[in-house]
Nanobody, 123 residues
Framework: QVHLVESGGGLVQAGGSLRLSCAASGRAIGTYSVAWFRQAPGKEREFVAGVSWGDSSTHYADSVKGRFIISRDNAKNTVNLQMNSLESEDTAAYHC????????????????WGQGTQVTVSS
């Protein structure tokens, strides 16, 4: 079993940047595909970005492509999400999740979840 803890959220002005981290314990994160999801109040949880195990290929939602970068650091057992050019629509609780196999874009496909970190973008 892998335990995930997110950090790095906060309040930022529109156009600014934040870097989220997902720290794993219990298992080597390199053997899992890891994704970031976000959920705003009253909305469904949505896929943001994912990085596959093995070849570390990356996947992005259209809404964040070109602004967000997901990366993994297997030596530190972490997966990071660099968020640039933030918009008010990016305001949400961000969760990292892990699964065996390839990245999928639906939340039910993930077995392990962190507790989330809040990102608030002021306009």
């Amino acid at each position: 079993q892998v335990h995930l803890v997110e950090s790095g959220g906060g309040l930022v002005q529109a156009g600014g940047s934040l870097r989220l981290s997902c720290a794993a314990s219990g298992r080597a994160i390199g053997t899992y595909s890891v994704a970031w999801f976000r959920q705003a109040p009253g909305k469904e949880r949505e896929f943001v970005a994912g990085v596959s195990w093995g070849d570390s290929s990356t996947h992005y939602a259209d809404s964040v492509k070109g602004r967000f970068i997901i990366s993994r650091d297997n030596a530190k057992n972490t997966v990071n999400l660099q968020m640039n050019s933030l918009e008010s629509e990016d305001t949400a609780a961000y969760h990292c999740a892990a699964r065996r196999g390839t990245v999928v874009r639906f939340a039910a496909g993930y077995d392990y979840w962190g507790q989330g970190t809040q990102v608030t973008v002021s306009s």
